[in-house]
């Protein structure tokens, strides 16, 4: 009796979490794909079913495919800068020996990601401006006038653009939690490797990377969500353009929605962006899972 009053117990808290879950997370879900095989007009209230036209639309509208290329591309850097790259900054903040130098190091680096994005969208746009922005000036100050550019009004330069300014902002960030996850290693296990003749660069390799495999693993899995709901930073500095080259599937979705008024088709983008998210984070769970397994 004891064990199910406990269970029942157990429930009484669950269940009410669960079921806000549920509403909130769960059914928007469900009838946000409802809502991707209509054609709807919010303004008029009209509505009509398509069935699976809208996503008949994705396959043959090069804008879409533009934006996905653009959020692979966007999350390509944000894992090589700020989970591969923040862990190397961690593990050589960590290993500085001085207590004071890693507190201030850590502090200045976390410094942007303090700043919001739309206030790091509008620093980095003029910052970029081709005629008063630093950006440009200093190329020209040190010699390089032929690398200076208009560099959100080029299609080949904006959407790169976008991207260092969003890895800035987001460096200090990673670079603070494998701190965190380093200090939690025990400094016995870097001694003892220290005393059997391994270098710094062995001890990382062989000692911190396979002791934050776990937090590698969340960092990747936060740093792709993130990168796939992109949505500040382009509306900010370009909107998308020019010619939809920084366009992104949170702005196109943005875009056929409000703009366009086709919400059907903007539910569509929405849940090709809930899939891929939710594929490759299963992917990584599994992943993840056999290793520890193995290990």
Not at 160 to 179: D, E, H, N, R, V
Request: glycine share 10%; charged share 15%; net charge positive.
């Amino acid at each position: 009796m004891r064990a199910m009053s406990r269970r029942a117990a157990g429930l009484a808290w669950v269940v009410p979490a669960l079921a806000m879950v549920g509403v909130f997370v769960y059914f928007p879900l469900v009838e946000n794909f409802g809502f991707s095989t209509l054609k709807w007009d919010i303004f008029s209230g009209s509505q009509k079913y398509v069935g699976l036209a809208n996503y008949g639309k994705l396959v043959d509208d090069p804008v879409f495919w533009k934006s996905l290329g653009n959020n692979v591309l966007y999350t390509v850097v944000s894992i090589a800068f700020q989970v591969f790259g923040a862990l190397v900054l961690a593990a050589l903040i960590e290993g500085v020996r001085s207590e004071r130098w890693p507190r201030a190091l850590r502090a200045v680096y976390f410094i942007p990601s303090a700043i919001s994005l739309t206030v790091a969208g509008l620093l980095f746009y003029f910052i970029y401006e081709p005629n008063l922005g630093v950006l440009n000036h200093l190329l020209q100050g040190v010699g390089l006038c032929g690398l200076r550019h208009s560099w959100l009004g080029e299609e080949g330069t904006a959407m790169p653009a976008i991207i260092a300014m969003s890895q800035w902002q987001g460096f200090g960030y990673s670079t603070l939690l494998f701190a965190v996850a380093i200090q939690r290693i025990p400094r016995e296990i870097y001694q003892a490797a220290a005393i059997d003749g391994t270098g710094p660069v062995r001890r990382f390799f062989h000692v911190t990377l396979p002791l934050v495999r776990e937090m590698t693993g969340v960092m990747i899995m936060v740093t792709i969500s993130g990168a796939f709901q992109v949505f500040n930073e382009v509306m900010v500095m370009t909107g998308g353009g020019p010619n939809n080259s920084t366009q992104v599937l949170g702005t196109w979705l943005y875009r056929s929605g409000f703009v366009r008024n086709d919400f059907g088709y903007a539910a569509a983008i929405a849940t090709v962006i809930f899939v891929v998210t939710l594929a490759i984070a299963v992917a990584q769970l599994w992943v993840a899972r056999r290793r520890r397994v193995e290990w």
